[in-house]
Structure formats: structure tokens, C-alpha cells
């Protein structure tokens, strides 16, 4: 079986309606999605993005690793999902963001590759009262960038982040 089907199969078995987020964090995303445009920018797919993509408007995804970008393509095809537009973006992964126009997105999700850089790039991209969710995000890096998400404050009214994801809420 080539890389592709694999990965396809993998994607129609287990995570197209399923989210890997804590309850916890899914009722937040739930709930702000419920108030906002739904419209969501993601530096790639992980186990959670379908399960979001039920739940909103239109949503960016831009991959870095072109094996998961054309069997996500070849997947959205064969779902007839259309409110996902997803992209390859190698050398501009972490400036991909700008390419759109600036504070549109309610909801900024960030994956795994370039998390901390990714990060740093989102938080002048969100609109006012949108989040940005970045799971298993180093905690430290609030801190070492405190004087640019001092325009932010926690999404839950409780901290900034549960053990497994920070999200974090643009005033």
C-alpha cells in the first residue's frame, strides 16, 4: 500500500469526526466558534481539523510536508469538502499567515512543525476576541514574549493553558 492510501485510510478510520482535544478544550472551541464567523487559519492538519471544519465557515490550512498535503487534497476531494482550502508551503511556512489580510481569523490553530515560530507569527494575526490554539506549546514562551501577548488574555477565565493546550484570547 503506497504512503498516500496509508495515510488516507488513517484519515477516514480514525480522525475525520473525531478530536483529540481534551473535553475540556473542546467545549471552549465549541463555544467560541458558536459566537464568531468561523473563520480559522491552521499551520497543518493534525487529528482535530475535520472535527473543526464541521464547525465552521472556512478554514486555511497550510501544510509544510507535501505527503500530507496531497493525501489531505485527495481526501478533502473525495469528501466533497469545500469549506477547507489547504496549501503547500515549504519555504514560507511561518510567514504564510500574512499572506492574508490582517486580524481576519477568529481562530489560529498551530500544529506541530515550527510551533514556537508559528506561534510568535500569530499573535498579531488575530482578530479582536479571536483565540489561538497551540497545543503542547512550551508555556515559557508566554513569558518570553509577555510584552506582545499582553493584548491577550485566558480563554478558559482560569489560566492560560491546561496541561496539553494553550489558548489564549486576542482582547
Known sequence: MSEDRYLMKIINE???NQST???EVENLITEHL??????????GRDSST???ARRCTSMCVVEHDLASFNTTKDF??????????IKYSKENYIDSIKEYPS???DTIIIDEHEKEKCFVSAISE????GIIIAPYLNIDLLEEYSNKVKSYSSFSGKEYTNEETVIIRKK
Not at 34 to 43: G, H, V
Not at 78 to 83: L, V
Open 126 to 129: 488575530a482578530r479582536s476576541g
Open 21 to 23: 482535544y481534551p473535553t
Open 34 to 43: 458558536d459566537k464568531t464567523d468561523k473563520l480559522i487559519f491552521s499551520w
Open 76 to 85: 478533502l476531494f473525495f469528501k466533497k469538502i469545500n469549506n477547507i482550502k
Open 103 to 105: 486580524n481576519i481569523f
Open 50 to 52: 475535520f472535527w473543526i
Open 14 to 16: 480514525t480522525t475525520y
